[in-house]
């Protein structure tokens, strides 16, 4: 079992940036793929990006890609993304999801089924 923890987030402008970040406590977090995704009111889950559990491949969604980076810390059980030149459009909750070692591929990473631990997520807001 791994639990996972999402923090940071908040309000920002359009423009701004935050930082969110996923601790993992339980099993050794970097035997695993870690994606992130955010849900808006009334519209559906959304994949934003992912890593392996090497740090070695990263996949992001176009709707980021060039503004969100995803890294980790595997020393410090830690899968942070960083959010630049953050819109309106942005704001969701944003939670973290792992992935049994290798489950994770540019075919599935974007599919909340393939991962099969989850947080609670963290409310980003930006305002306009």
């Known amino acids: 079992q791994v639990q996972l923890v999402e923090s940071g987030g908040g309000l920002v402008q359009a423009g701004g940036s935050l930082r969110l970040s996923c601790a993992a406590s339980?099993?050794?977090?970097?035997?695993?793929?870690v994606g992130w995704f955010r849900q808006a009111p009334g519209k559906e889950r959304e994949f934003v990006a992912a890593?392996?559990?090497?740090?070695?491949?990263?996949y992001y969604s176009d709707a980021v890609k060039g503004r969100f980076t995803i890294s980790r810390d595997n020393a410090k059980n830690t899968v942070s993304v960083q959010l630049n030149n953050l819109q309106p459009e942005d704001t969701a909750v944003y939670s973290c999801?792992?992935?049994?070692?290798?489950?994770?591929?540019?075919?599935?990473?974007?599919?909340?089924?393939?991962?099969?631990?989850w947080g609670r997520g963290r409310q980003v807001t930006v305002s306009s």
């Open positions: 999801a792992a992935a049994k070692p290798f489950g994770i591929t540019n075919y599935n990473c974007g599919v909340p089924g393939s991962y099969d631990y």
């Open positions: 339980g099993r050794p977090f970097s035997t695993y793929d």
């Open positions: 890593i392996s559990w090497s740090g070695g491949t990263t």
